[in-house]
């Protein structure tokens, strides 16, 4: 039996430390489109918020531009015990997480 909980990232914390580290470094969400190749800044502004999180390739990408490791950007976060995790279909390393619902769309 494993004594350890199981590791979680906080998107919310997680996010608002991406932030920081751009406005610490001095770049726009502007650049850092521009600098990821993105189309539109939506990616950058949903990891900022916590709506997602970045690719594992993002988040290297990220640490690289910050410089600083990734575990500087990535903030743990608390696996409750009535918590489950539902099995989930293979995704090719791929994380999949599901959005919050946001009735203003309607």
Known sequence: MFHQSFPVIDPIATGRNILNLRR??????????S???????????KWQSGQSLPS????????????V???KIIIRGHK????????????CGSVLIA???DSSWQ
Do not use: C
């Open 24 to 33: 610490e470094k001095g770049l726009s969400v502007k650049q850092l489109q």
């Open 35 to 45: 600098w990821f190749n993105f189309e539109e800044p939506r990616a950058i502004y």
């Open 56 to 67: 594992l390739e993002h988040f290297y990408a990220l640490s690289v531009l910050f410089d």
């Open 69 to 71: 490791p990734m575990e």
């Open 99 to 101: 959005p919050s619902y």
């Open 80 to 91: 409750k015990s009535s918590d489950s995790i539902e099995p989930q279909e293979e995704t």
